[in-house]
């Protein structure tokens, strides 16, 4: 069994496939860590969780995206920020009925988990509170938070001008996030920082999707994901 981790597919369905089929992912063995954010952003998020429904090792850790989308399953909300930053292109792919939704996908997003920790490794979708025990972090730091990498990020650099090697920040042997797209940092490649791994590679926007190993790192990607929906300008679209 190999093992492998993916972030912030968004929605983008070809995507999803062609770095299932690049890496040879076998759905039928191998193990996948899911860091959120299958909702929103490209037409597909439907598609999406009907692929990912077929995987037997499935872990996945719920996104920011995807609370705002369980929330319009089960109490139909909406708020205006969500339906702008992809909400609108996920409803789409529901053809706009609540009441359709397959039980299986609301499911699928409530037991969802906060995070996955694992052989000495951590994996949640946006970041942690450094040397906090988990079940004080919070969920909106889990969902939302941007500082732990990008503190990764000053203290790596920091580090290399002084010819250092760069610090543990978390106490983790390594720790994988999303949530945060490495098209910050311009790149559409995984960026490791300290011990902290981000997968994000703006797949939900105008990069691409990666499957990483987790053992030996070696990732594949999506062509980038703009190209494959022609039709479409993923979030813009609303």
């Known amino acids: 069994m190999k093992r492998y981790v993916l972030a912030d597919p968004h929605g983008g369905y070809k995507a999803l496939l062609q770095v299932l089929e690049r890496s040879g992912f076998n759905r039928e063995e191998d193990e ?9 952003g490209w037409p597909e998020t439907r598609q999406c969780i009907d692929e990912l429904l077929k995987i037997k090792n499935l872990n996945y850790i719920i996104g920011n995206h995807d609370k ?8 139909g909300l909406k708020p205006d920020l969500w339906v702008s930053q992809g909400g609108y292109n996920t409803m789409r792919s529901y053809d706009y009925n609540r009441a359709g939704v397959p039980e ?4 699928f997003l409530k037991n969802a988990s906060l995070w996955i920790e694992a052989d000495g490794c951590l994996f949640v979708h946006g970041g942690i509170k450094p040397y906090t025990p988990m079940e004080n972090q919070g969920i909106h730091t889990m969902l939302w938070d941007r500082d732990l ?14 010819k250092l090697v ?7 042997r390594e720790v994988f996030v999303g949530h945060t797209t490495t098209l910050l940092f311009k790149t559409v490649e995984p960026v ?5 791994w981000d997968l ?4 939900g926007w105008n990069g691409k999707l990666t499957i990483m190993d987790r ?18 300008h993923g979030r813009n679209d609303y």
């Not at 299986?104 to 499911?107: F, P, V």
């Not at 760069?166 to 983790?172: D, F, L, R, V």
């Not at 790192?217 to 062509?223: C, F, I, L, N, V």
């Open 32 to 40: 996948l860590i899911v860091l959120g954010d299958i909702c929103d």
């Open 68 to 75: 705002w989308t369980l929330d319009w399953f089960v109490m």
């Open 104 to 107: 299986s996908h609301i499911e």
């Open 149 to 162: 990498i990008r503190n990764a990020r000053n203290t790596q650099i920091m580090a290399e001008r002084r």
């Open 166 to 172: 760069a610090p543990n920040i978390t106490g983790y």
């Open 192 to 196: 490791k920082y300290c011990e902290i």
């Open 200 to 203: 994000d590679t703006g797949g």
């Open 215 to 232: 053992d030996t790192h070696k990732y594949w990607q999506s062509d980038y994901v703009q190209d494959l929906y022609p039709g479409s």
